[in-house]
Structure formats: C-alpha cells, structure tokens
C-alpha cells in the first residue's frame, strides 16, 4: 500500500501578488528617477517681470527653447538652474503660432537635452514631465500619453492657426510646467509641456507640443532668423473621407474638405469652395490641416501652387498663389 502524500499547501496567493507589485514599483521607479537624473541639469526655470515658466536646453552655447506664452511681455529676464547657477537670457526669437520660443544665456558648457522624435510615440507610453510648476523649480511628475494628435488653437494678433499632432499626457502639469520637457523613458525629450486643459477641472489633461520634423524646424528658423514664416491660402477645413469611386480613382482615402474661404484670398481667387475637398498641393498628398500648414512654407508665398480638389465626383486643378501668413 502506497505511502499517502503529504498535503501541499496552496500558494500564498496575497504574498506572490505582493512581492509581484513591489517588483513593478521599483522598475518604474527606476525609470523615473534615471530619466530626473539625466534631465533635471537640462531644464531651467524662467522668469521675468510679468511671469515665469521652464525652459530645456538645446545647445551647451546658452540656447533654451520653451513656450512662446512664457516670454510674452519679457523680452529679457533670468534662467535659474537646478545646480543653483542664474544667468541672464535674452530672446532669440519668438513664434506665437506654434508656441514656441528661444532664449539665449551666457554659457559655454550647458548640459544640453537630447531630442527624440515625437512622430514615434505610442498611446500608453510612459513620460515624464519635468519643470518649474507653481515656481516650484526642478519638479518631476510621471504619467503616460493619453492621447496623440490633438489640435491646440493660436493666436497672434489678427493671425490664427492650429497647431497639430498635440500630445495628452496625464502627468500632472500646472502652470510654469509650461516651457518644460516631456520625456520618454530612455530620456530623450519629445515635447514642450505648453499647457493645462481647463485648469481646476481638467486635471490630468496636458498638453505637449511635439518636437518632430515640423517643429525641429520651426525652432531652427527661430535661431537662425528670429521667426518663422509661413504661407497660406485663406481657407479652413477639416480631413474627410473621399467617396469610395474617387477614392479608388486617386488611390487614396481623405483629404481636406474646405469648410470656409476668406474672402478675396487666395483660395477665393482660384475658385475653391466650400465642400470641396483639397487632396494634394503640388502633387503632395494632404489628409488632414496639419499636412497643408507643414507645405505652406514661407518661400511658397508668391509662389504658384497646384491645388488638386475633389468638387462633386470631379477631380480639378487649380492654380492657387499663397500669400503671407
């Protein structure tokens, strides 16, 4: 007769699950505290008379970029850095309509951030924030992005436009976050926290504007010429999906149904109207308002651009001569 086994005791499920959390904690906590270290000498609080706000070091020579909102009214002012150093920052220049900016500081051997590429982010990832919120100088928060491709209205005087491809992310924000980095995991910064999403009732609804090719190039014409210039045709509109036989004719799916003309622009003067939909700009194809404002480049002002548009189930061309934004 067989020996009877002894009883096994069942698994401490409460204990595995335990040390099964403490485990996640302390990687993602790893994490964070890696991405603080390697960013924190990067970021500076900026201040001036009427307001404050952060700014991420682009270069060791003294070049920051931040908000275009932070500097309004402060042409010069200080940057406070998290080893205690202020140095005076005058501005480079400024660009109301992406909200971004760039100061320069006296300085040779500034830790600069390294830059990643916003086009590359994934709902869900992990980021982290880091920035002077409340006045609070050298904060971190932690979170992940809640969404991709927001739209983010400016203004600048008589002048609008939307800035697309926005980031939402749930790390906490408050003002004078604005300015600062959002940053993956493997700290490289990928976004310039610009703002809060009704403050007091949206929390943990903020707002990035994404460093990609668009705005790498937007900050490259700040250093070199103090603006950014721009053209545009006098239009707004939003994506829409083509009928399917158009479609199939043009081998793609949306474009950029016109739901206003600007009277006397130059979308008018070609003969666009509303309900048309804008497929490509001289052969580029555009899907969405972020595709016609990264092709509407200042050297294209004056400039003769093919508008191709869908007007009912007909395909035209037409001859449109963009003008200064």
Known sequence: ??????????????????????????????VVVAVAERLLPSVASVRHGTGSGSAVVLSGDGLLVTSAHVLAG???GGAVFYDGAELPYEVVGTDRLSDLAVVRVPARDLPAAELGDAARLRVGQLVVAVGSPLGFAGSVSAGVVSALGRSLPTVDGRRARV?????????????????????????????????????????????????????????????????????????????????????????????????????????????????DIVVALDGHPVEAIGDMQRLLTGDRTGRAVEARVVRGGDVLDLAVLPRAL
């Not at 067989?2 to 959390?21: L, M, Y």
């Not at 009704?198 to 705005?215: F, K, V």
């Not at 014409?221 to 083509?242: F, M, N, P, T």
């Not at 081998?251 to 003067?269: M, S, Y």
């Open 1 to 30: 007769m067989s020996a009877t086994p002894e009883p096994v005791a069942p698994p401490d499920e409460h204990h595995d699950g335990a040390d099964h959390d403490d485990a996640a904690l302390d990687a993602y906590s790893r």
């Open 74 to 76: 402060g042409r010069v």
């Open 163 to 275: 800035v697309e491809g926005v980031i939402q992310t749930d790390a906490a924000l408050h003002p004078g976050n604005s300015g600062g980095a959002l940053a993956t995991s493997d700290g490289k910064v990928v976004g310039i926290n610009t703002a809060v999403v009704s403050p007091g009732i949206g929390q943990g609804l903020g707002l990035a504007i994404p460093l990609d090719a668009t705005t790498m190039g937007f900050i490259g014409a700040l250093i070199a010429r103090g603006r950014v210039d721009r053209a545009e045709l006098g239009l707004s509109g939003g994506a829409r999906a083509l009928p399917p036989r158009v479609a199939d004719r043009l081998g793609r799916h949306r474009g950029v149904e016109v739901t206003g003309v600007v009277a006397g622009g130059p979308a008018a003067r070609a003969g666009i109207r509303p309900e």
